[in-house]
C-alpha cells in the first residue's frame, strides 16, 4: 500500500522529532512492504519567519490532499510578543478547523518500565493504569466569540463557552465506542453546579447513554477530576470532556506517567485522515540538541497506523519495540536523571532495531 503523509515539522525540536518518526516508519514500511511518502508543509513560528502568518493557504491544501498528518510541535519565546492571530498556537486551532477533526485522543498509559517516573506513591500506581481521554476539539471557549471592550472598571476582556447538541452528540458517540472497545467504562466530566454549556452537555451525554446500555457512564465535576487523577487514576477507564477541561486535564495525566516526553494523540473527524501529533511543547531550550525524547512523536506515527490507515499489525509492532526499549533500561534525558542518556537519534536507532 501507499500512503501520502503530510509533515508538519514546526519549531524547537519538532523537526527532530518528526525526522524520528518518519525514520521509523520508513522502516516499518520496509518490513510490510507498504510505500509511505513524506512531503513536508510549513506552520507556526517557521511560516511567520517565511510568510509572515501561523498557518499558510498552502499547508492547509497539503494537509487536506493528504492522506493523514504528522506534526511535530510549534511556537517558542520568539513569537510570544505577536497579536494573538499571528502567535504560532493559533495555526493549531486553524489546521483542526480545516481539517474537520472534532475529536482528540490522548491516551495516558503508566508504562511498568516507567513507574518509578512517577510522581504518585508506589501503593497507588503499584499496578498501572492505561487511561484515553477524549477531548473535544473543535468547540468550546476556544472557538467562541471573544474580544476587548470597556467596561465598568475599564479595559476587560471575555471569552464565550459554547456548545450545540450536535458538538457534544459527535463528540460522546466517539467516547462511548472507545469505551465499549476498551473496559465499558466512561466518565463525562464538566462543570454542570455552574456552567450552563455543562447543563446541556451532561444532559445530551445522559440520553446518549441509552443508546450504549453495555457502558457504565458517570458524570464528574471537573476539579473532583482533577483531584481524582492523581488520587486513584486506575479508577478511569474513558473520559470524555469539552476543549478546555481536556487541554487541562490530559496534561495533568501526562505528568502522572512520568514524562510529558511519552504521550501522542490523535485528532480525528468524519474521515480516516487524521492530525497526529505529541502533546508535549516545542521545548526550544533543548531545540538542535539532539536530546529531545521522540517516543510521543514515534507512538503518535503508531496511532496514525491504526487509525487513518488500519494497519493494527504495524501499529503494534511500533508499541511494541518501544515497550522493549524501555524494558531494556534506555532513556533519554528526561528519564535519564543524570544517568548515561540516549540521544533522540539513538533512541531511535534502538526502537527500529526492536521492530
Known amino acids: 500500500m501507499k500512503y501520502n503523509i503530510g509533515l508538519l515539522r514546526g519549531d524547537g525540536i519538532g523537526p527532530e522529532i518528526v525526522d524520528s518518526a518518519v525514520r521509523v ?138 456548545y450545540s447538541r450536535m458538538e457534544i452528540e459527535r463528540i ?7 469505551a465499549r472497545l476498551r473496559g465499558k467504562k466512561l466518565t463525562s466530566i464538566d462543570k454542570a453546579n455552574v456552567l450552563e454549556s455543562s447543563r446541556l452537555w451532561r444532559k445530551v451525554v445522559h440520553e446518549m447513554a441509552l443508546e450504549y446500555p453495555d457502558v457504565e457512564c458517570t458524570d464528574m465535576l471537573v476539579d473532583n477530576a482533577a483531584m481524582q487523577l492523581v488520587r486513584n487514576p486506575r479508577q478511569f477507564d474513558v473520559i470524555v470532556t469539552s476543549n478546555m477541561f481536556g487541554d487541562i486535564l490530559s496534561d495533568e495525566a501526562s505528568q502522572i506517567t512520568g514524562s510529558i516526553g511519552m504521550l501522542p494523540s490523535a485528532s480525528l473527524g468524519d474521515t480516516t485522515r487524521g492530525l497526529y501529533e505529541p502533546i508535549h511543547g516545542s521545548a526550544p531550550d533543548i531545540a538542535g540538541q539532539n536530546k529531545a525524547n521522540p517516543i510521543a512523536t514515534i507512538l503518535s506515527a503508531a496511532m496514525m497506523l491504526l487509525y487513518s490507515f488500519g494497519l493494527t499489525e504495524e501499529s503494534d509492532a511500533i508499541v ?36
Open 25 to 162: 516508519l520508513e522502516a516499518v514500511g520496509k518490513k510490510y512492504g507498504h510505500e509511505f511518502v513524506f512531503t513536508p508543509y510549513d506552520i507556526g513560528g517557521v511560516a511567520i519567519d517565511k510568510y509572515g502568518i501561523p498557518l499558510p493557504e498552502a499547508t492547509v491544501e497539503g494537509c487536506l490532499a493528504s492522506d493523514s498528518v504528522l506534526l511535530g510541535a510549534v511556537g517558542g519565546p520568539k513569537w510570544d510578543t505577536l497579536p494573538g492571530h499571528l502567535r504560532p498556537e493559533k495555526a493549531l486551532l486553524g489546521i483542526r478547523a480545516a481539517m474537520g477533526l472534532f475529536t482528540n485522543l490522548r491516551p495516558a498509559k503508566l508504562y511498568p518500565a516507567l513507574a518509578g517516573e512517577c510522581p504518585l506513591r508506589e501503593d497507588i500506581v503499584s499496578e498501572g493504569f492505561d487511561i484515553m481521554i477524549v477531548r473535544e476539539l473543535t468547540g468550546g471557549i476556544y472557538f467562541g466569540e471573544r474580544g476587548v471592550r470597556e467596561g465598568k472598571y475599564g479595559e476587560e476582556a471575555y471569552d464565550t463557552e459554547c
Open 172 to 178: 460522546a458517540r466517539v467516547a462511548f465506542e472507545a
Open 320 to 355: 511494541s519495540a518501544v515497550d522493549k526499549v524501555l524494558n531494556m533500561g534506555l532513556r533519554t534525558a528526561d528519564l535519564a536523571h543524570g544517568k548515561p542518556a540516549l540521544t533522540t537519534v539513538e533512541m531511535t536507532d534502538k526502537i527500529i532495531e526492536n521492530l
